[in-house]
């Protein structure tokens, strides 16, 4: 089992900044996929960013290319997801996902770990 809990949500205007965390607990493999997915009110989950122990490659979704970062730090099993130039359609509840194995996936069906979410609202 694995358990993750996000925290760093809040209410900022346009243009602020945000860094979201997550810490994994539990039986977490040296190989495994941490990602940060968000879902806004009526719409449905969707993936932000994506990082993994070993594969160096990131992935971000179009609409958050070049305002989010995602890092990790694995010594504390802990993954981040810095928020830059937010946009009122940035607003979601964020979750962190957790999944071991070799690869990165980018479905919601492949994160078998979920934490309650940490909401965000940007303001116009």
């Known amino acids: 089992q694995v358990r993750l809990v996000e925290s760093g949500g809040g209410s900022v205007q346009a243009g602020g900044s945000l860094r979201l965390s997550c810490v994994a607990s539990g039986y977490i493999s040296n190989s495994n996929c941490m990602g940060w997915f968000r879902q806004a009110p009526g719409k449905e989950r969707v993936v932000v960013a994506t990082?993994?122990?070993?594969?160096?490659?990131?992935y971000y979704a179009d609409s958050v290319k070049g305002r989010f970062t995602v890092s990790r730090e694995n010594s504390v099993n802990t993954v981040y997801l810095q928020m830059n130039a937010l946009k009122p359609e940035d607003t979601a509840m964020y979750y962190c996902?957790?999944?071991?194995?070799?690869?990165?996936?980018?479905?919601?069906?492949?994160?078998?770990?979920w934490g309650q979410g940490t909401q965000v609202t940007v303001s116009s």
């Open positions: 990082s993994h122990t070993i594969d160096p490659r990131t």
């Open positions: 996902a957790f999944a071991s194995g070799g690869d990165c996936p980018h479905q919601i069906v492949d994160f078998p770990y």
